[in-house]
């Protein structure tokens, strides 16, 4: 099998594709031949050792992944050959075969391809937990996402549109305000020259408002000022994540006034202690997919080798949606 070795943290192109061993199958375990590895943000981040929580090294990064059960356990009767799968690996992802506890992997649905089924959990599940669980959002609300272009940030147009809420979308380019709109969004913002603020605040007075509702923002840095005072009475302002690199230093008196609310989304470090209501989660979401009132977007191919590019294009920011190893 291949890999992706993480040998030391540091720039990317250091990483290398490695031939290993198979690992042995236990008898509770799957063998998985993949077929897509999802390329996150995150990823990058663990790589060059900018992340809070530092692998041991070596390492394989990767943390998504969909392919086909090419060999299972002699215990395992819910899974069989040929079956197709995908699976949260957390790690050792980039590989061209994984094994994994049989619990862990789910059986992929009809409706999805195997890109799709590699991307979408991250992102989808993130949304999903922040409007539904956090926010407890309600139909008819006004919802701005910021980096609405991206992953993370489209699945929460997608999610916020199945809801019922308004979407205002706003991203850095004309491509990637369009795939926001193609997944529901009701009007979008350049962030690259419109005053978010501003720009907000009117979209929410044709709708007879004095702000919106709601912020999703998994991007941080120099807007988030901005999009927190976008909100209006008793507003909720979702803190997703930090993708431009800066964690924002929010005025408490914004928050004060007009009583409006930070709320902290940590979809992972939920998971633990909600094991069940997790479960229940991506059965809700592969559900509303299927049904096809979720439309998680195909993703950009990378060539295994391209590992170094894919990560790189994420960490710039530059990807329309999502992207997949291909191995």
Known sequence: MRVVSCNSFGPLDQLTIEERPPRELGPADVRIEVKAAGVNFVDG???QGLYQVKPPLPFVPGGEIAGVVTEVGAEVSDLAVGQRVFVSTGLGGFATEVVVP????????????????ATFVQSYMTAWFALHV??????????????????????????????????????????KR???VAHGAAAT???????????????AKAAGRSGVDLVYDPVGGSLAESALRSLDDDGQYLVIGFA???IPRLPANQVLLRNRRVTGVDWGGWIGKHQAENRQMLHDVLAAISAGDLHPVEPRAYAFEDVAS??????????????VLVP
């Open 102 to 117: 049989a619990g862990a992997a789910v059986a992929t649905p009809d409706a999805m391809t195997d890109g799709q089924a």
């Open 189 to 203: 913002l350049d962030t690259t020259a419109d005053d978010l603020k501003t720009a907000a605040k009117e979209w």
């Open 134 to 175: 956090r926010a407890r959002a309600s139909a008819g609300q006004l919802l701005l996402v910021l980096g609405a272009g991206g992953g993370v940030g489209l699945a929460a147009v997608d999610v916020g549109r199945a809801m019922g809420l308004q979407v205002l979308a706003a991203a850095s380019s004309e491509a």
């Open 244 to 246: 431009a690199g800066e």
């Open 45 to 47: 981040l663990f790589v």
């Open 310 to 323: 894919a990560l790189g294009d994420q960490l710039q920011r530059n990807v329309v949606g999502k992207s």
């Open 178 to 180: 369009a795939v926001a």
